[in-house]
């Protein structure tokens, strides 16, 4: 008897340790984003718009739906007959992007939003919800403000890694108490690089859109200071 349960523990603990082992396995591959698998859901985008007469494969959001979390991808309308199956890195197979489409009147776009930025806003509007209120710490600009991290429990101020430029991002809050990621370091490192003449209000989100895989997930409007040729908060 003695030995039939040190045999059923030592199954036991194998088991356990090789589903330990798998799942970070397949975290790894989900936390990669590849231009491939960008380029393969693109066409099977294409391939069924070009089938349904100009019909895009999105789930249904709401019209105040911020622009970058409009339009995410429907998997369940172009699988299998467009494409196989999700991605190994969508969030339909655990991993950790959404796939959207940008620019979907003239020339839709396949683009991908990190959702780690997701998990980090719902951990502050936890904090905050508890509290009962957002410990403002200072204005940045009209009605957006940084938080004090310390009154909501953090030894250390909270970021999120920028799919941009890996760089560590941080967060700020609104007058109606909703967070926000601070893309400004992102769009500063961005505006050096490029030339595009920016106009006086004009939205320039759009800059590292264009030039990258991803889009700013849960980010404010930002324009360019024409004085300092810095990026500002868009006013409305």
Known sequence: MKWKILGFLFALMTLLLSGCMFPKE??????VPYKDQIQAVQQAVDDFRKDKGGILPIKTKDAKTPIYQKYPIDFKKIAP???AEPPGNAF????LFQYVLVDVERHPTVKLLDLRAAEAIRDINLRIKTKGFPPYKKEIAKNVYSLDFKKL???EPPFVVSPFTNKNLTFVVTGEAKVYVDYRPDLYEMLKKTDKEVKPGEDIRSILVDHSMFVPAFSLPYTLDMKTEEPIFLEE
């Open 153 to 155: 429990g953090y030894k």
């Open 26 to 31: 397949e975290l790894a591959q989900n936390q």
């Open 92 to 95: 339909e197979s655990g991993g």
């Open 81 to 83: 007959k467009y494409i």
